[in-house]
């Protein structure tokens, strides 16, 4: 399939892509799609889907699966068709010219701890000496709820947090800004369809709850989190803001990048068992001020986002259109392939190098830390839209 | 002050109450308050504040202190002058004859773990022979974030959960319906006024920013929690179902409830230092299918309202108008004075006799659990509104 629009190919953003957003465009806030380097918004194309007209894409994700497909059809049609030029030229804008909004009002947002290299080595880190995977890592995807009226869309400045931390050696704590800031790189997965509470989401069922995937960096602040986190969890250190991309990329562009997940050396509960390879071969890359650090693989994540989904749901708990859960930090096996600083740098004693000459152990206030990824396609590959942030010096 | 509504004086509902909810009055989802047995729709009566018009308190909250007052003002006025009589009286319904509806549109919802006695007790159990509190708990209110999204409304049934867990002596975990579904009596904070994101709310600033508390039932699945809650904290054991009561009892009517907290024995950082008692004396009492089991004591909560906000801020993270944040578990120091049954029965092996002859280790399915509390006013008592749900079975 190719686009009649020009720089589609090649772009990661071709007409297999069609990423979601909300972007303003014309003063208002409006859902938009890209195709190459520009934005189009479907409502303008589509008078019969109101759904479409909203301020977010919530209406639109509620609306399931068959109205999602429907409307990407319409949208690949028009986009390859040469008739179709003449009806979506007016509708083209620069993605230049246009800022992205919040994509999604978030009902609720978890965080898990997908990713069995990030929790192994911080399994080493806060418990020297122990078995470094507690013994429930491999039955359950641990996991977490965080603050959704903190989850920011990428372009957000984030203010460094203060809170309480424990100096090495003291027995009190002080209250001051952390200077251990750090960055977490993640996979996020949109839900669509709402679940019914009382009823766990099956693992089947996956790809007609979730509509698609985006980019998280789930901002932390490492000197707050030890001295809070017993026994309920993280809370301050993790609360202060969570970025999002602003595209949210389609499971139904991603069925060439469906791997199988890593291999299982521990017995699955039924709800929990694989029935399809639900692994993504997302390649993530994580820049400090335009310095690629990182290059996680998403691929090696050990649950997968249905798995996520279904033991998100198994007590009960229902979904809501718009509600975000996350992978936890992606780290792969290899050097240079964590997804966070704390691991990078050795928490902190073996800073990185950036391409300006400068070192980081934590991240410094004027930083802009960018995540972006690729994933393959039929033909090539695409690119998920980028979460990028740049950190502001505490508030007195 | 003294209401001409007949039945108003003793009934816990004086006109020194006035909470604020939400209900369906003829068909339609309305705001109301309570006097007595009745209900009134205060929309009615100021077609000049368009907030009371919604169907949720959310845009009342949002519009800030000085409404709260003025409506407080009007109300009281309405309510104590003869004249009000006829004004009003077109617009009394029986409080018997309205269902209760979510006061609240909640954005977040936090739990704390705010009473030295509960925690202690806990701690007792899950880490036997060690100290019962952790060293951070005298100096930060410990918490987490729920799920705002399976927050419930008084009378609404929950569907006993299932999930992960591990039989005693067992090497691996089972899946199946929870076997210690427990209930945990809370006193919970709705959030009026925004906080802006970077910005902590100071403690001064707490009755302006929380318009009022609640009761809440956070239900909790004891044989789940263990299992799963490390490191991260409780997840499924927690979020299947939250039950709060319909009716939010202003802070303006708490006046005469307010105490001083317990004697701080470890000295606060200054963002924590207590500034005003923000002691609450709510009276709560437990029942499980009409028998009292346990009276709580919320005045012996050794963190404030205003510390919790404090502490939820302090990185940063902002507050939107209709969220909620609970104490956590109320317990006592005396015994039947706890707040749920795992400290009532010491984990289900010293089960509580009900007034039926039956004997309750944890909760059955069928079971009905009321949480009720009054607080001193200036001339009596106040009745908060309670929060009640059945236990359903789990389904298959």
Not at 224 to 253: C, D, N, R
Not at 302 to 315: K, P, R, S
Not at 333 to 348: K, Q, R, V, W
Request: charged share 15%; proline share 10%; hydrophobic share 40%.
């Amino acid at each position: 399939m190719t686009s009649w629009v020009r720089d589609a190919a090649g772009s990661g953003f071709d007409v297999d892509h069609l990423p979601l957003g909300v972007a303003v465009v014309g003063n208002r806030a409006r859902i938009v799609t890209r195709i190459g380097n520009t934005v189009l918004v479907p409502a303008e194309l589509f008078p019969d889907r109101p759904e479409l007209t909203a301020a977010t894409l919530n209406p639109f994700l509620a609306a399931g699966p068959g109205v999602w497909e429907l409307v990407r059809q319409r949208l690949t049609r028009l986009l390859t068709d040469p008739a179709g030029r003449a009806v979506v030229e007016p509708y083209l804008a620069p993605v230049a010219d246009v800022t992205m909004l919040m994509p999604v009002d978030i009902g609720d947002y978890v965080d898990f701890y997908a990713s069995e290299h990030h929790a192994t080595a911080l399994g080493r880190m806060f418990r020297p000496g122990a078995e470094p995977l507690l013994p429930n890592w491999k039955h359950l995807p641990v996991g977490y709820h965080g603050r959704s009226g903190t989850v920011i869309v990428t372009g957000t400045p984030v203010v460094r947090p203060g809170g309480q931390l424990r100096p090495p050696g003291a027995e009190a704590p002080v209250h001051g800004p952390t200077t251990k800031l750090d960055l977490e790189a993640e996979v996020g997965f949109v839900v669509g369809t709402a679940s019914q509470p009382g009823t766990p989401v099956r693992l089947g069922a996956f790809a007609s709850t979730v509509f698609g995937v985006c980019l998280v960096n789930d901002w932390s602040a490492r000197d707050i989190q030890p001295w809070e986190y017993q026994p309920l969890g993280p809370f301050v250190a993790k609360s202060f803001a969570t970025s999002m991309s602003g595209w949210i990329t389609p499971l139904a562009a991603l069925a060439a990048a469906r791997v199988d997940p890593p291999e299982r050396t521990t017995p699955l509960l039924p709800y929990l068992a694989d029935d399809g390879p639900w692994g993504l071969d997302l390649r993530l890359a994580v820049a400090v001020n335009g310095t690629v650090v990182s290059r996680p693989p998403f691929a090696s994540t050990y649950w997968t986002g249905a798995q996520l989904l279904a033991h998100l749901t198994v007590g009960g708990a229902s979904v809501r259109p718009g509600d975000l859960y996350a992978s936890g930090t992606v780290s792969g096996p290899d050097p240079g392939t964590a997804g966070s600083l704390i691991e990078l740098t050795a928490n902190g004693t073996h800073p990185l190098a950036l391409a300006d000459g400068s070192t980081r152990a934590y991240l410094a206030d004027g930083d802009t830390v960018t995540i972006s990824a690729t994933a393959p396609t039929a033909t090539g590959h695409l690119t998920l839209g980028e979460v990028t942030g740049t950190v502001l010096p505490a508030r007195r």
